[in-house]
């Protein structure tokens, strides 16, 4: 995780992210998506960043709530 801590190199280190974090949603890793998308927050995105930032972490939480129910059914 090189660019973890590089937040001298926004915005590219937020879309950096951004992109990782869907990757993994769409790989159905969301942990892995989840640490991505945490990673983008932490540094300073810019606005439009910051806003797909929480929309992935908001379809996280919905992935995980549905594998949740699937798993207990």
Do not use: H
């Not at 990757?23 to 998308?37: D, P, Q, S």
């Not at 990673?39 to 992935?63: A, C, H, Y």
């Amino acid at each position: 995780m090189i660019l973890k801590d590089k937040t001298e190199i926004e915005p590219s280190r937020s879309v950096l992210f951004r992109s990782a974090a869907w990757l993994a949603v769409k790989a159905g890793k969301y942990r892995e998506a989840e640490r991505m998308a945490a990673f983008g927050l932490s540094g300073n995105p810019p606005k439009m960043i910051l806003d797909e930032l929480r929309e992935v972490q908001e379809t996280i939480s919905l992935k995980i709530k549905e594998s949740n129910l699937v798993t207990a059914s």
